[in-house]
T-cell receptor, first 114, second 120 residues
């Protein structure tokens, strides 16, 4: 089973560049989300989606865009990269209809903005 | 205010001993779920254990158990018989029931994490 596939694994960007982090899941999960992980701050929610065509902001959405055109895919776009966006990014997916449903995570993307 | 608080940035334990990782949470919902995830140095997130707010018994999964004290709003992870492979970052997370009819939309809120080091 592929689960959640997240690409790329590593990326270096220059300040001002844009890029898209890809996330795809094959479990027919309604809910998908993007987190960033920074030392001492745990994982913070950037954006999430409860289904195709529906997205919403999380705790730290500034500088990021998302779209959900299909159930499977949930790309995260950095519009104009800044050094403050240097972080490890995780995509996660889960069913949306039960509290006890486990969230499945991608392998993470380590992004450095110079 | 922090919804999930893990007050131990780092913990050390001797191999084969038990260790408790602390987690307190804050919610006004009656219905919620608590999760623990493990993140080894390789970076992946591994689900360990789940406790529902209405579960009367503490959750257990192999060497992992969750010491759930609802009145104190704590959900501590207990790892028994620690192994070297348990060395990792551990995250506590909460999902609150939101939306019409208490439907959960999957949102997880994480704590800051605790780095556990197991000594041989």
């Amino acid at each position: 089973n592929a689960g959640v596939t997240q690409t790329p694994k590593f990326q270096v960007l220059k300040t001002g560049q844009s890029m898209t982090l890809q996330c795809a899941q094959d479990m027919n999960h309604e809910y998908m989300s993007w987190y960033r992980q920074d030392p001492g701050m745990g994982l913070r929610l950037i954006h999430y989606s409860v289904g195709a065509g529906i997205t919403d902001q999380g705790e730290v959405p500034n500088g990021y865009n998302v779209s959900r055109s299909t159930t499977e895919d949930f790309p995260l776009r950095l519009l104009s990269a800044a050094p403050s966006q240097t972080s490890v990014y995780f995509c996660a997916s889960s069913y949306a209809s039960a509290l006890n449903t486990e969230a499945f995570f991608g392998q993470g993307t380590r992004l450095t903005v110079v | 205010a922090q919804k999930i608080t893990q007050t131990q940035p780092g913990m050390f334990v001797q191999e084969k001993e038990a260790v408790t990782l602390d987690c307190t949470y804050d919610t006004s919902d009656q219905s919620y779920g608590l999760f623990w995830y493990k993140q080894p140095s390789s970076g992946e997130m591994i689900f360990l254990i789940y406790q529902g707010s209405y579960d009367e018994q503490n959750a257990t999964e192999g060497r992992y158990s969750l010491n759930f004290q609802k009145a104190r709003k704590s959900a501590n992870l207990v790892i028994s018989a620690s192994q070297l492979g348990d060395s990792a970052m551990y995250f506590c997370a909460m999902r609150e029931a939101k939306g019409a009819g208490g439907t959960s939309y999957g949102k997880l809120t994480f704590g800051q994490g605790t780095i556990l080091t197991v000594h041989p």
